[in-house]
Every structure is written in structure tokens, then in C-alpha cells.
């Protein structure tokens, strides 16, 4: 049973748009929500990070959105590129420790 | 991945057999752990440990163990491999709080015929 829930699987958008990838939760011991990008070949590394504290974060084209009273958390890639194509994961950690992540969204950006 | 060297890149096993991949940092991190990542499934904790002489088992344990006798590396063993233990695994290790950057290694991929 997957303890944080990723949608969607896939996902096309056109070079400039706006890619956005959502999950949820259940387990409120989940103190640190981290979003990691994995090429292939390659492992997971960290992209942005966010504490359920805040509503929103936002590096450069990253941005996540966070709703602790609906345990939904989602990435927003503004002005997506080619080169953001990857698979990407959010995760949570439980009570400081275990790292828990989704199933993975395989985002492709089209030029 | 800085810091985080995994060994063997490649290997294939006949089932029944046994092997260990190895983890290694050396970037004094307490926490290491390990990952399988399959299709469909994102990455299933494997066994983490939060220091030497420290381990614990994660969502996926059933079939591999684990030890930390030193603060660098945390190997992995399969003690008879199956056919179902096929997959991409990854180790991964950071220092103090959750909120700290988790480092992974560049994955082992493993299949078992």
C-alpha cells in the first residue's frame, strides 16, 4: 500500500507550459516533504523541499504547494524545458527517519 | 551522486544464490538506507539505519538483511535470491535532522534468473 498517493503516472506538456504533478497522504507523522528528479540511469536527487508550516515554496521554475488540512502537497514546473523531462517522485519522511515516496510521475516536455 | 559509491553496477544471480551489495559514504552521515525501485512502484524502503550498530527494517524487508558495523558503509545482503528480487536498488545516507539532504548512490541493478 502506497503510503503517498502520485498522480499522474505520466505527463506531456508543450516546451513553456506549466507541468504540475500532485500527492497525498494520510500518515500525519510526516514532518518533511521532499520532490526528487531522477534521469535515467541515474539516482534520485533532491529538487526542492517543503514543511507542512508552509503553504508554499518556491525555487526558481519550482514551486510546491502544500495543504496540511487536505494532506494533498503538489510540484509546479513554471516554463517547463526539455531538459526537465525526468521521472519525478514526491516523498515524505515519518518521525525524522524513514523516507517514504510515490509511484513516480514520467513527466516528458515536447519542443 | 557525491559521496555515495555502490558496488556492483550490474549483476545477474541464479536463484538460490547469494551476493551482498556493497553502500559506502564518506560523508560521516549516521543515516543510511536502502531502496528497490521497480516500475509502477517509486522507491520501497528495503532497512534503514540511524547509526553503526543500528538497523531497522523498512516496508519491503522479507529476503534481505543488513548491518552497520562502521559509520561508512551499510551493505546488503540477499541470502537466496528470487526471480522477485529483480530490480534497480539504490542506497542513500544524510546527516542529523529529516530535514537534510538525502544523498543517493547511482543504483545497482540486479536480476535474478
Known amino acids: 500500500q502506497q503510503q503517498v498517493k502520485q498522480s499522474p503516472q505520466s505527463l506531456i506538456v508543450q516546451k513553456g507550459g506549466i507541468s504540475i504533478i500532485n500527492c497525498a497522504y494520510e500518515n500525519t507523522a510526516f514532518d518533511y516533504f521532499p520532490w526528487y528528479q531522477q534521469f535515467p540511469g541515474k539516482g534520485p536527487a533532491l529538487l526542492i523541499a517543503i514543511r507542512p508550516d508552509v503553504s508554499e515554496k518556491k525555487e526558481g521554475r519550482f514551486t510546491i504547494s502544500f495543504n496540511k488540512s487536505a494532506k494533498q502537497f503538489s510540484l509546479h514546473i513554471m516554463d517547463s524545458q526539455p531538459g526537465d523531462s525526468a521521472t519525478y517522485f514526491c516523498a515524505a519522511i515519518e518521525n525524522g527517519n524513514k523516507l517514504v515516496f510515490g509511484a513516480g510521475t514520467i513527466l516528458r516536455v515536447k519542443s | 551522486n557525491a559521496g555515495v559509491t555502490q558496488t556492483p553496477k550490474f549483476q545477474v544471480l541464479k536463484t538460490g544464490q547469494s551476493m551482498t551489495l556493497q553502500c559506502a559514504q564518506d560523508m560521516n552521515h549516521e543515516y543510511m538506507s536502502w531502496y528497490r525501485q521497480d516500475p509502477g512502484m517509486g522507491l520501497r524502503l528495503i532497512h534503514y539505519s540511524v547509526g553503526a550498530g543500528i538497523t531497522d527494517q523498512g516496508e519491503v524487508p522479507n529476503g534481505y538483511n543488513v548491518s552497520r558495523s562502521t559509520t561508512e558503509d551499510f551493505p546488503l545482503r540477499l541470502l537466496s535470491a528470487a526471480p522477485s528480487q529483480t530490480s534497480v536498488y539504490f542506497c542513500?545516507?544524510?546527516?542529523?535532522?529529516?530535514?537534510?539532504?538525502?544523498?543517493f548512490g547511482e543504483g545497482s541493478w540486479l536480476t535474478v534468473v
Open positions: 542513500a545516507s544524510r546527516s542529523g535532522q529529516s530535514g537534510n539532504t538525502i544523498y
